[in-house]
């Protein structure tokens, strides 16, 4: 088992920057893909970014292309999500998963979640 958390969420205004990080617990972290996804009030869970083992194929979903930016660093069990131009529509709770099969965007295939970190962009 493994377990994530998350930090680096915050209030930032519109335009700005953050990034998250999510720490694992354990010495297997190489061997789970990792993936970001958030939930805004009101709204469903929606996917935003993943990772494969090694950190050579990432994964992104369309809303977030070109400003987010996830890495990761199995030597310090750690994955990023690097935020970038933040929009207020990025306001959400952020979640990181982990999972030995999972490939990409898919939740259902995610088993183990953190508690999240909170994301507030103002206009």
Do not use: H
């Not at 030597?75 to 131009?85: D, E, G, P, R």
């Amino acid at each position: 088992q493994v377990q994530l958390v998350e930090s680096g969420g915050g209030l930032v205004q519109a335009g700005g920057s953050l990034r998250l990080s999510c720490a694992a617990s354990g010495r297997t972290f190489s061997t789970y893909a990792m993936a970001w996804f958030r939930q805004a009030p009101g709204k469903e869970r929606e996917s935003v970014a993943a990772i494969r083992r090694s950190g050579a194929i990432t994964y992104y979903a369309d809303s977030v292309k070109g400003r987010f930016t996830i890495s990761r660093d199995n030597a310090k069990n750690t994955v990023y999500l690097q935020i970038n131009s933040l929009k207020p529509e990025d306001t959400a709770v952020y979640y990181c998963a982990a999972d030995q099969v999972a490939v990409g965007l898919n939740a259902e295939e995610y088993d183990y979640w953190g508690q999240g970190t909170q994301v507030t962009v103002s206009s």
